[in-house]
């Protein structure tokens, strides 16, 4: 998992909302199995600590220990710079998708850069809702039996971790190393000024929609990979075209 | 699960002496998952059937109405050709060891021969025991992190279900297919557009070098790959915030 010039900080694992307490010890078991350590936990159900996930880690309780809980997702999310989530391809947005494998030429290229990165994925029973998967750069969607799609959820970060572990990362790739995303937080804050200048400008007038219209322009937004400069120059630009008249 | 020529006869999934009602059910809900059927037990601890594992088997029970049990080994593979059986790289026995992306070229050669084969696992505190190894025909060894190996036992399934999955879904695997990039002249429209009311509103002279600006511009709203309602999207969102006065 190393090369001569970078040292790899394995994902973190992010649980959405989670719900039983066995599948957050299952997930912590088997982050351990394959080297992650970096577990965060969205606004779980149960009150933390929780016995059940203790028991269900068996000796990963240093990976339940370690784990932090967040209110939102925003906060789980804002010092990472990209963030793949675990979904079936969803209907109305366009966001890339990879199967598990097809994702690691991304994760070679996030390493290439020292991105961190993330894996997120939803509650039990609901799956990520489309707030999260706007949110996320792109899906990982595992190929399952159409009649029978329902993966459980410690079994789907096990099937991630090992192939994370799976990944080659001495492998080259031409990929433009400089390019570094901006975290989370940057990109939140973009996204946030310019819904607010939209929404003072009364743009989502057919108000049912306003929640898809900030969907599909956050996911365009996340899929341009934005720097920290560019974020900057985009958001001089709305001040911009907010601020002053035209000559 | 099928090419031209052969109807593809999924593995057996074989578990020795398996203790928790709980990891049956979940190792029979992920085999549906990814097409698997054949659920076969070894000498269970506890009376079959089992109400924990028809718990964790979800929508997944009629693997469990049909599972099998076996007083013991010899009798559970007595119809198999071949058996790849999940262990640690024994120190004694001269056995083949894949890794579980390795015998994928092996399980491809036993399907173009119409061979049965089957995967065995072991009880979750002892791992297979070597008579059991000696019965197979090669090992199946995950790679994991040294400080902290042992599986459980569900995930272990789960990891070799996904695996065996991956061996004919090249084909399956969904292109992100929907997503048309708008043409070119679409996007220097938009491109355009901004760069002018950016003109419009002295933007340049405050950031100085008005080419740069532009081509980082430019490049930052190629890399999203927009589509064409994506532009009209964003045309409207330039036009919302440069007309409307804020409320």
Same mark, same amino acid.
């Given at each position: !998992?190393?090369?001569?010039?970078?040292?790899?900080?394995?994902?973190?694992?992010?649980?959405?909302?989670?719900?039983?307490?066995?599948?957050?010890?299952?997930?912590?078991? #088997?982050?351990?199995?394959?080297?992650?350590?970096?577990?965060?936990?969205?606004?779980?159900?149960?009150?933390?600590?929780?016995?059940?996930?203790? &028991? !269900?880690?068996?000796?990963?309780?240093?990976?339940?220990?370690?784990?932090?809980?967040?209110?939102?997702?925003?906060?789980?999310?804002?010092?990472?710079?990209?963030?793949?989530?675990?979904? &079936?391809?969803?209907?109305?947005?366009?966001?890339?998708?990879?199967?598990?494998?097809?994702?690691?030429?991304?994760?070679?290229?996030?390493?290439?850069?020292?991105?961190?990165?993330?894996?997120?994925?939803?509650?039990?029973?609901?799956?990520?809702?489309?707030? #999260?998967?706007?949110?996320?750069?792109?899906?990982?969607?595992?190929?399952?039996?159409?009649?029978?799609?329902?993966?459980?959820?410690?079994?789907?970060?096990?099937?991630?971790?090992? *192939?994370?572990?799976?990944?080659?990362?001495?492998?080259?790739?031409?990929?433009? &190393?400089? +390019?570094?995303?901006?975290?989370? &937080?940057?990109?939140?804050?973009?996204? /946030?000024?310019? /819904?607010?200048?939209?929404?003072?400008?009364?743009?989502?007038? #057919?108000?049912?929609?306003?929640?898809?219209?900030?969907?599909?322009?956050?996911? !365009?937004?996340?899929?341009?990979?934005?720097?920290?400069?560019?974020?900057?120059?985009?958001?001089?630009?709305?001040?911009?075209?907010? *601020? +002053? /008249?035209?000559?």
């Amino acid at each position: !998992m190393t090369d001569c010039n970078t040292t790899i900080i394995p994902p973190a694992i992010i649980l959405d909302h989670p719900q039983l307490g066995e599948n957050i010890g299952a997930a912590a078991r #088997v982050m351990h199995n394959f080297g992650l350590l970096d577990l965060r936990l969205v606004a779980p159900r149960d009150p933390w600590p929780n016995k059940a996930a203790n &028991a !269900m880690a068996a000796g990963a309780l240093n990976i339940i220990e370690q784990a932090v809980i967040y209110p939102t997702m925003a906060e789980a999310c804002a010092d990472l710079q990209y963030l793949f989530v675990t979904s &079936a391809r969803p209907r109305d947005m366009q966001k890339k998708v990879y199967t598990p494998d097809q994702s690691k030429e991304k994760i070679t290229t996030l390493h290439q850069q020292n991105s961190r990165y993330g894996f997120i994925f939803g509650p039990e029973r609901t799956g990520v809702d489309n707030e #999260v998967i706007a949110l996320a750069d792109a899906i990982i969607s595992i190929n399952v039996n159409p009649e029978y799609k329902s993966l459980n959820l410690a079994q789907t970060v096990a099937i991630l971790c090992y *192939e994370w572990s799976q990944l080659e990362l001495l492998e080259n790739t031409h990929k433009n &190393a400089d +390019h570094v995303i901006a975290p989370k &937080a940057m990109q939140l804050g973009l996204f /946030e000024h310019l /819904e607010e200048e939209l929404d003072k400008r009364n743009f989502y007038s #057919v108000y049912e929609k306003k929640g898809r219209i900030i969907r599909n322009l956050r996911t !365009m937004l996340t899929r341009a990979e934005l720097t920290e400069q560019e974020i900057k120059t985009l958001r001089g630009i709305i001040r911009c075209l907010c *601020e +002053h /008249e035209p000559r």
